[in-house]
């Protein structure tokens, strides 16, 4: 089963609005992390957060996690057409291998 | 630096050929993630390699599928007697370190396509 779950599926939204994206996962975490992939691409890494983070920005990213709820949200303020892309979350498995489990990822459309 | 390598970017096979995905990781990376992606869903963790070792192989298919990582060239992942199900986009990861905060560097993919 997925560990991270994304909400919504598909947003989209026109350029200069901001997006926001949600995440949530079933077991504990040492952190989360958010990857961007453009159609027909590899995943960039955009941001981590670890456990005992609440928040942290990046450019125009900002990520939240709440640990009690196992929810994260990535919010992308000022959106450009060249944010198009799907954004997925990430969790690195338990035993400590590096190993990533993905969720199903948000298809985000950035019309101009 | 250059990034994550893959080839070919694109495989087409039938059914009951054999498939051979390589993956040269970043310099200085000695360890190599495999991912599948299907359609309109996620990455799937396959196998997690270090040089000359099979790491974590508990998401790789117990028949058909193996991967290698030798001691010099390239990674390997191969498919052998495909079916259409395998069609997907593999990607492969490398990472300097191993562990829980690891950043992974991702390559471009492999599309395979099984007719």
């Known amino acids: 089963s997925q560990q991270g779950e994304e909400d919504p599926q598909a947003l989209s939204i026109q350029e200069g609005e901001n997006a926001t994206m949600n995440c949530s996962y079933k077991?504990?975490?040492?952190?989360l992390q958010w990857y961007r992939q453009n159609s027909g691409r590899g995943l960039v890494h955009l941001i981590l957060i670890r456990s005992n983070e609440r928040e942290k920005h990046s450019g125009r990213l900002r990520v939240t996690l709440d640990t009690s709820k196992k929810s994260s949200s990535l919010l992308i303020t000022a959106s450009r057409a060249a944010d198009t892309a799907s954004y997925f979350c990430?969790?690195?498995?338990?035993?400590?291998?590096?190993?990533?489990?993905f969720g199903q990822g948000t298809t985000l459309q950035v019309k101009p | 630096n250059a990034g994550v390598m893959q080839n070919p970017r694109h495989l087409v096979r039938r059914r009951g050929q054999e498939a051979r995905l390589r993956c040269s990781p970043m310099?200085?990376?000695?360890?190599v993630y495999w991912y599948r992606q299907l359609p309109e869903e996620g990455l799937k963790f396959m196998v997690y390699?270090?040089?000359?070792?099979?790491?974590?192989e508990s998401g790789m298919p117990k028949e058909r599928f193996s991967a290698e990582f030798p001691k010099e060239g390239p990674s390997i992942l191969r498919i052998q007697q495909v079916v259409r199900g395998d069609s997907a986009a593999y990607f492969c990861?490398?990472?300097?370190?191993?562990?829980?905060?690891?950043?992974?560097?991702f390559g471009p993919g492999t599309r395979l396509t099984v007719l």
């Open positions: 990430a969790t690195v498995d338990s035993g400590n291998t590096g190993k990533l489990i």
């Open positions: 990861a490398s990472s300097p370190l191993t562990g829980y905060y690891n950043e992974q560097f």
């Open positions: 077991t504990s975490i040492n952190n």
């Open positions: 310099k200085g990376h000695s360890h």
């Open positions: 390699l270090q040089k000359e070792n099979i790491i974590d």
